[in-house]
Structure formats: structure tokens, C-alpha cells
């Protein structure tokens, strides 16, 4: 682990980002979207894994009074399945404040894969979002009571 690196997302990471972001995800983040989550959006800590200085996954969380939602998380497919996915999680977990309650988060149903990491933290699913995805999957809302 040791050139493995967590740190915040900048301008200069985009073009590794988005190159994920598009392989992995059926319905992407827009450019525009994540120069928001960099440069104006104030609850957003934004966040990539590096390894050996190669960005191989990324999330963006929002820190919004006692939530801490994760808004979206992702390891290139090259490198998934490596324990990068965990690795990210804890890390992010630590940027819990004193004030955060609970973290949180949507996922597809059908993401086994995303469900299993989840559970394996702790989180619960403790409700549905009806049709939440642009092709109609429905999103389950997952909860991590943080002390
Ligand atoms: C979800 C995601 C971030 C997990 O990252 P990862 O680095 O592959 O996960 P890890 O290697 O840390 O493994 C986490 C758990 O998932 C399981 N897992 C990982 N890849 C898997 C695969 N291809 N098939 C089955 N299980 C898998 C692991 O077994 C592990 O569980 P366990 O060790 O307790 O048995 C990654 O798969 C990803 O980027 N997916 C596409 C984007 C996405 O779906 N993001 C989440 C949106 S809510």
C-alpha cells in the first residue's frame, strides 16, 4: 500500500476520471458535473486513489450537516476486485467530523458487487427509490450509523 495515495480530486485528474467514469457507469457523470464537485460545490470532498501516481478509482462525497452521503465511488476495472474498493471506503470513512451521524448512499439492486462492499462496512438498506436511474432500475437508499 505504500504508493497508494488518497488525496483531493483537482482539474488535472479529469481526463483519468472521466475515462472511468465512462467505462464503468451505464449513465456517466458529465464533465461539468465534476468540475462542480472540484470547484463550487462547498460540501463536496472529492477524492482519488492513486497508485504509483496512476489514478485507479474515485469518490465524491457530501458532507451535509450530519450526513455524510457518498454520492459516487469507483475503481477502474482494470484494478477492481483488488481490495481498492474497501481501501477507498475506510478512507473516506474518516472524513467523518463530529457532527456526522450517519453515511449514505444509493445503489442499484442489481450491483451485487457495490451491495456486498456495502454491507461488509455496516451499511443497511433502509428504503427504495422508485425508478431513480435514467433506464428505470430503482435505487435501494443504504445507511451506516456512525458513532
Ligand atoms: C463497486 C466497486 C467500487 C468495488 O470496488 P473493488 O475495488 O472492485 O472492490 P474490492 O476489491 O474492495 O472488493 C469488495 C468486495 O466486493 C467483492 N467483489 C469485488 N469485485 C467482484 C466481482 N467482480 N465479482 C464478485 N465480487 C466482487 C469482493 O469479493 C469484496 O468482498 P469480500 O472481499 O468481502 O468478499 C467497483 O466494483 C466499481 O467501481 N464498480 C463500478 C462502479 C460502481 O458500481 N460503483 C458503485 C455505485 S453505487
Redesign the pocket.
Known sequence: MKTARIRRMDISDLEAVLAIERK??QDPWSETSFIFEICNNPHARPMVLTFMDTVI?YSVVWMIFEAMHIA????DPA??????????IRQLLKIATPETEFAM????PS????L??YA?FGFRIIGQRNRYYRDGEDAYIMRLDLD
Open positions: 464503468v457507469f478509482g459516487t465511488i469507483a475503481v484494478h477492481q476486485n483488488e481490495g481498492w474498493g474497501k481501501y477507498l448512499l444509493e445503489v442499484r450491483n451485487a458487487t457495490a456486498r462492499l461488509s
